[in-house]
């Protein structure tokens, strides 16, 4: 119940191109679901979050779909370019609890 | 300086050895994480520390010792490591009790057991 699955294990997308990143959880005490973006040779960094009060969260060219009911929630990266190439993790925590992540999708973006 | 901060970037080491890894988070965080990251291995947690406490410790061997000073401070010691210990190790500080706002990680210590 405490797993967070994510899809696809890897993308191409071209420039320009939306990239879709999804997850899944079952956990309903769940109100808190970050993602992480990691270039080679660095730690994640936090990229955006929601919570499930709200259904989507836009910040520029990132986007945070949630789909309550579904207990799912995806990351849309608009116009993307090669400078988005890196790995995403999602996760989720409970409250005071540690985040549970997902085990991450390499995003490339082909020019 | 800002941030969580590892060092050193970089340890090559026999299996003999003892080494320890090393992090500073200057963002006044009461929680501070041990991870292990492997190629194509999702994110393992290994040891969490909660006002200096150690409140998790995930079947980790005995060979990676956990150390945490302060609230600012936190060491990973290594003696005896096997080639499978070869990993990125990440260092990540969040703040406890209150509204979750992630975890900020580290750099990493690119970690190769020879």
């Known amino acids: 119940q405490q797993q967070v699955k994510q899809s696809p294990q890897s993308l191409i997308v071209q420039k320009g191109g939306i990239s879709i990143i999804n997850c899944a959880y079952e956990?309903?005490?769940?109100?808190?679901f970050p993602w992480y973006q990691q270039f080679p040779g660095k730690g994640p960094a936090l990229l955006i979050a929601i919570r499930p009060d709200v259904s989507e969260k836009k910040e520029g060219r990132f986007t945070i779909s949630f789909n309550k009911s579904a207990k799912q929630f995806s990351l849309h990266i608009m116009d993307s370019q090669p400078g988005d190439s890196a790995t995403y993790f999602c996760?989720?925590?409970?409250?005071?609890?540690?985040?549970?992540f997902g085990t991450g999708t390499r995003l490339t973006i082909i020019p | 300086e800002t941030g969580v901060t590892q060092t050193p970037r970089h340890l090559v080491m026999g299996m003999t050895n003892k080494k320890s890894l090393k992090c500073e988070q200057h963002l006044g965080h009461n929680a501070m994480y041990w991870y292990k990251q492997s190629a194509k291995k999702p994110l393992e947690l290994m040891f969490v520390y909660s006002l200096e406490e150690r409140v998790e410790n995930n079947s980790v061997p005995s060979r990676f010792s956990p150390e945490c000073p302060n609230s600012s401070h936190l060491f990973l010691h290594l003696h005896t490591l096997q080639p499978e210990d070869s990993a990125l190790y990440l260092c990540?500080?969040?703040?406890?009790?209150?509204?979750?706002?992630?975890?900020?990680f580290g750099s990493g210590t690119r970690l190769t057991v020879v």
């Open positions: 990540a500080s969040s703040q406890e009790g209150g509204i979750n706002y992630g975890y900020t």
């Open positions: 956990n309903t005490a769940f109100d808190y």
């Open positions: 996760a989720a925590s409970m409250p005071r609890e540690k985040l549970t």
